[in-house]
């Protein structure tokens, strides 16, 4: 099939390539030429595990083609894919701005037939909307189909959330239509959950925002354990064994970030309260997790009385492994709140750096290694869980450091290292601390 991406970052990019890879020829779009101008010579504008092999190869192999040209892109396709952000406004709503500006570009050139697709994370009752646009935007009018199918994928492990999905959502008031889209993913073999536009636009939210409630819910047993002196990980262990409740997602620690929970669980409160619904139990999950970002430095200032003129080494940026991307990441919150106490921060992390330049400047150092950051620190504290710090030669580090002392925020160092260890303070989440 001839399909067109309209997005080149984390989600369009990784559906082009993966659509790809099962033999469909790909045109990839983007406003932002700099990113194609990359990508035509093969350069990923994110680090995405897997990605750049699977790249280059379907570009050799002439089925994946990147354009910022809209009449190229999109006059030869019979399938249009809508991948641009929906970042949140400043009342918590969805920004369905870049899906406007999509929605021009397409109006102006789709041809007669042609199923467009809304990937982004969308409000519902937005692919309606988005449809009347396009519609407004044609030169005359012409007969296409609109349905929504909400991406899964998690960044870091994309590729293979997309190639072995657990389910493809298509949402859909037109039978062709939908058995098009089922036909462009069938190669993938996965189940598809067929339902209707508004349900499937719900689905994903009320996906995001249980996910986002099962971190703040185990987020707050954990803080109780603290406070009886239970284990929150043998807490969780005995949870997730019940099937009902499920092992995933009961990892304790400060708190969820990135491009998506953030900003969906404040779009999901916000149709609520449009709707007349009164859906206080999200305000709960948005307020357990800020408190979580400040945990490491309540317990810092707890554990120095002041942070003035301490150095932090914080290792992790990105706001989870795998992944470069800084959005929401509680890095940033953790840095703010570190210099407007007065301390110094040295941060390392394996991919993020560029990034988190970008937001937090020259305000923090940038080291280029754990053992750098780590020099003469006063603490280290664990933000990011990359298996690079899961690893780490303990006893090293702490030689290095001013103070042996280590706030884990991700509770990512094994008993055993700390064991071998031997001087270390440590400060996990929702378990006894080593003193
Ligand atoms: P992103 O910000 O990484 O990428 C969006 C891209 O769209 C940018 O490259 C931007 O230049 C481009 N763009 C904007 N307007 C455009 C236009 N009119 N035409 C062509 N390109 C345009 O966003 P993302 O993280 O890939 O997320 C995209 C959507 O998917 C969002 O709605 C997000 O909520 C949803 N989603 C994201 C993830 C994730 O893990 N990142 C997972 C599931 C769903």
């Known amino acids: 099939m001839k399909i067109a991406i309209l997005?080149?970052?984390?989600?369009?990019?990784?559906?082009?390539?993966?659509?790809?890879?099962?033999?469909?020829?790909?045109?990839c779009i983007d406003i932002n030429e700099q990113k194609i101008k990359n990508l035509q010579v093969g350069i990923s504008p994110i680090y995405e595990p897997g990605l750049d092999e699977l790249l280059v190869k379907n570009a050799l192999e002439e089925r994946l083609f990147f354009t910022s040209s809209f009449s190229e892109g999109l006059e030869s396709a019979e399938i249009i894919i809508i991948a641009v952000g929906t970042p949140q406004r400043n009342d918590g709503a969805a920004d369905l701005s870049y899906l406007e500006g999509a929605a021009v570009h397409i109006g102006t050139h789709i041809q007669p037939n042609t199923v467009v697709v809304i990937k982004s994370t969308v409000p519902v009752g937005t692919n309606e909307y988005i449809k009347d646009l396009i519609q407004k935007n044609c030169p005359k009018e012409i007969s296409f189909e609109i349905v929504s199918n909400p991406e899964f994928l998690r960044q870091g492990s994309a590729i293979k959330d997309t190639m072995k999905a657990d389910r493809i959502v298509i949402g859909s008031e037109n039978e062709q239509a939908r058995e098009k889209i089922k036909e462009m993913y069938?190669?993938?073999?996965?189940p598809f959950i067929m339902t209707n536009i508004r349900s499937a636009e719900m689905i994903k939210y009320a996906s995001n925002a249980f996910l986002a409630s099962k971190i703040s819910y185990i987020n707050e047993i954990s803080n109780l354990c603290e406070a009886v002196g239970a284990n929150v990980e043998d807490v969780a262990k005995g949870m997730g064994k019940d099937f009902r409740i499920g092992e995933a997602f009961l990892h304790a620690g400060i708190g969820y970030g990135g491009s998506c929970f953030p900003k969906d669980v404040k779009a999901l409160l916000y149709t609520a309260k449009l709707n007349g619904v009164n859906f206080g139990f999200l305000n709960e999950v948005i307020a357990i997790n800020d408190h979580q970002h400040e945990l490491l430095v309540e317990k810092a200032l707890k554990r120095f009385g002041s942070l003035a003129g301490k150095k932090i080494a914080l290792l992790g940026l990105s706001f989870?492994?795998?992944?470069?991307?800084?959005?929401?990441?509680?890095?940033?919150?953790?840095?703010?709140?570190?210099?407007?106490?007065?301390?110094?921060?040295?941060?390392?992390?394996?991919?993020?750096?560029?990034?988190?330049?970008?937001?937090?400047?020259?305000?923090?150092e940038y080291s280029s290694s754990v053992k750098e950051a780590v020099n003469n620190a006063d603490a280290v504290f664990i933000v990011t869980e990359w298996n690079e710090f899961k690893e780490l030669d303990l006893k090293s580090v702490t030689e290095s450091m001013k103070n042996p002392i280590i706030f884990d925020g991700r509770n990512c160092i094994l008993d055993s290292k700390l064991r071998d260890c031997g001087t270390v303070e440590y400060y996990p989440i929702g378990k006894p601390s080593i003193l």
């Open 186 to 190: 069938k190669p993938l073999n996965v």
């Open 320 to 364: 989870k492994p795998e992944t470069d991307d800084m959005r929401e990441a509680p890095s940033i919150k953790i840095s703010r709140a570190l210099l407007s106490l007065g301390a110094k921060v040295s941060a390392y992390d394996p991919v993020a750096i560029e990034n988190a330049k970008h937001i937090l400047g020259e305000t923090i």
């Open 7 to 27: 997005g080149t970052g984390y989600v369009g990019l990784t559906t082009g390539i993966c659509l790809s890879e099962i033999g469909h020829y790909v045109t």
